[in-house]
């Protein structure tokens, strides 16, 4: 297994009205949060707030191209980013003790936080369809590139782990300084996650490190 330190490239936020960060989401311009009463989102490049919608948000966040998931206590809500419509609402299989979300190969995977687990589902009906054991409690979950990474909170720790999606093996681990804790996680497609920082209010952006 690869071990290294988690190298911060820069913090965002905390922003106004969103005290906290559960579910953290990227579509392509916008990181998305979830912050209880609201999903935010705001634009990387500017640093500054975009917009909000007021809907229940308190845990995981998922984009899949075109709508976004939202954890919200026992169920997964789909929503159109452009209204704030709720199309569509599936079982989180967690049944409220549910924690990251992300989208990848046309399902939703979904951490349970002090169940150590994570969930492949249906993402029309909620079925569970696989399950990976993990050996801390599990927060964000995001997919790139063929990769299945998840973040990690225990006491004052948190790290970034890139598993085996078969096994559950933790094949690469990415330490956070002490106290830096990881809520919600999300990859920008190339060479960042975007890291929540649950109290603190702020997102982190993290490098991602490429195989040599």
Known sequence: MKQSAA?????????????QVHGVS???????FASGD???AFDPASRQAVRSIDIAAHAGTAFDGEHLFQIAEDRIQKIDPKTGSVLATIPAPGGGRDSGLAWAEGTLWVG???????HQID???GAILRTIESSRF???????DGELWHAT???D???LRRIDPQTGEVLEKLETPHGVYISGLESDGGDQFFCGGGKTGKIRAVRRPRAK
């Open 7 to 19: 190298e911060i490239i820069c913090e965002y936020g905390p922003f106004p009205g969103a005290g």
């Open 26 to 32: 990227y579509d392509g311009a916008h990181v998305w």
């Open 38 to 40: 609201k999903l935010n």
């Open 112 to 118: 349970q936080y002090r169940d150590r687990k994570i």
């Open 123 to 125: 993402a029309e009906t």
């Open 138 to 144: 599990v927060t964000g979950v995001t997919w790139v």
């Open 153 to 155: 909170a225990e006491g």
């Open 157 to 159: 720790e948190s790290d």
